[in-house]
């Protein structure tokens, strides 16, 4: 059983940068790959991010890539998403999740990920 908790999240100008964290405990992170999700009000949960077991690959949602970075700290069992240049409509509920494997390509379907955290809160002002 993984147990994943997020943080980092708060309220940011357009334009800003935020950094999320998405710390594990329970089980080590090194056998699982990473992804992040995000769910805007009145939409539905989608995919943002993925990064598979040694951080070797990683995977973006075309409306997020060139701004967000995903990266991952096995040794502190912690999975981080930087976000540059946000935008209004980056405003979301941000959660990570945990899918077991080492696959080379991290699965963008959030029906692979087997563990989920509570999600931050970002929001992006004009």
């Known amino acids: 059983q993984v147990q994943l908790v997020e943080s980092g999240g708060g309220l940011v100008q357009a334009g800003g940068s935020l950094r999320l964290s998405c710390a594990a405990s329970?089980?080590?992170?090194?056998?699982?790959?990473m992804g992040w999700f995000r769910q805007a009000p009145g939409k539905e949960r989608e995919f943002v991010a993925a990064?598979?077991?040694?951080?070797?690959?990683?995977r973006y949602a075309d409306s997020v890539k060139g701004r967000f970075t995903i990266s991952r700290d096995n040794v502190k069992n912690t999975l981080y998403l930087q976000m540059n240049s946000l935008k209004v409509e980056d405003t979301a509920v941000y959660y990570c999740?945990?899918?077991?494997?080492?696959?080379?390509?991290?699965?963008?379907?959030?029906?692979?990920?087997?563990?989920w955290g509570q999600g931050t809160q970002v929001t992006v002002s004009s």
């Open positions: 999740a945990a899918n077991p494997g080492f696959y080379y390509s991290p699965s963008v379907s959030e029906k692979t990920y087997n563990y």
């Open positions: 329970g089980r080590t992170l090194s056998s699982y790959a």
């Open positions: 990064i598979n077991w040694n951080g070797s690959n990683t």
